[in-house]
């Protein structure tokens, strides 16, 4: 085994990585990048459901009436 010092990918960080560490990137790092995922997915879907919607309205020409 080398005894190279690992550190995290993420050039804003450069933290060093523990010996045995299996990830590239640190656990904030990691943590971040995931929670950006996640409100990126949201923001993705948010502007699917709204274009579904609009596309509904325009496919129904507006006459949807949800009393019946």
Do not use: F, W
Not at 26 to 46: D, F, P, Y
């Amino acid at each position: 085994m080398s005894d190279e010092v690992r550190v995290c990918k993420n050039k804003k960080c450069q933290k060093v990585l523990p010996a045995g560490y299996k990830h590239r990137y640190c656990e904030a790092c990691r943590i971040q990048h995931a929670q950006t995922a996640n409100n990126v997915l949201k923001g993705v879907g948010a502007g699917v459901a709204a274009l579904a919607s609009v596309a509904m309205v325009v496919i129904t020409g507006g006459k949807i009436n949800p009393k019946n």
